[in-house]
């Protein structure tokens, strides 16, 4: 009776932590969101500076972004976040690949955005190389979102 109850404890804190491997909770799930960092490089901005976004994955296994646009601009108003994409594109493009370890950098000037924001991304693991996210064949997407920063006049 006790290794059905010890199988299914293991089972359940599989399935809750989203991994699918059955000792999740002995070792890093290696594409849960939390081992991928989002990020701007600062939490306040004047309309004179640039907006580094960073997105760092310290998984072990590569994650993937949409090609043409990864990150999406969130504005902070009285009923929520909106979200758009930074770029606006034709095609969706190749899928980027983030191997284990690395980073995805873009930048932009600050003074596009005056407010309060964040930045969104879905990202995508175990997806066919050389592909649009959308023929990916991609197991598994996540969002993830940085903390707010706030874009003010000088």
């Not at 009776?1 to 059955?22: A, T």
Request: glycine content about 4%; aromatic content about 12%.
């Amino acid at each position: 009776m006790r290794k059905y109850l010890v199988l299914f404890c293991l089972l359940s804190m599989s399935s809750v932590l989203n991994c699918d491997r059955l000792l999740s909770w002995m070792e890093p799930c290696p594409h849960r969101s939390d081992t991928v960092e989002l990020y701007t490089n600062k939490v306040r901005y004047n309309q004179n500076d640039v907006i580094i976004i960073t997105l760092k994955n310290n998984s072990t296994t590569p994650l993937f972004l949409p090609g043409c646009s990864p990150f999406y601009m969130a504005d902070k108003t009285d009923r929520g976040w909106i979200a758009y994409p930074l770029l606006v594109c034709v095609w969706e493009g190749y899928a980027k690949k983030i191997d284990p370890g690395k980073i995805y950098q873009e930048e932009y000037p600050a003074v596009s955005f005056m407010g309060t924001h964040r930045i969104e991304a879905t990202i995508y693991w175990q997806c066919q190389e050389g592909s649009p996210i959308s023929e990916a064949q991609c197991e598994r997407e996540e969002r993830k979102f940085s903390r707010e920063f706030i874009v003010s006049q000088l």
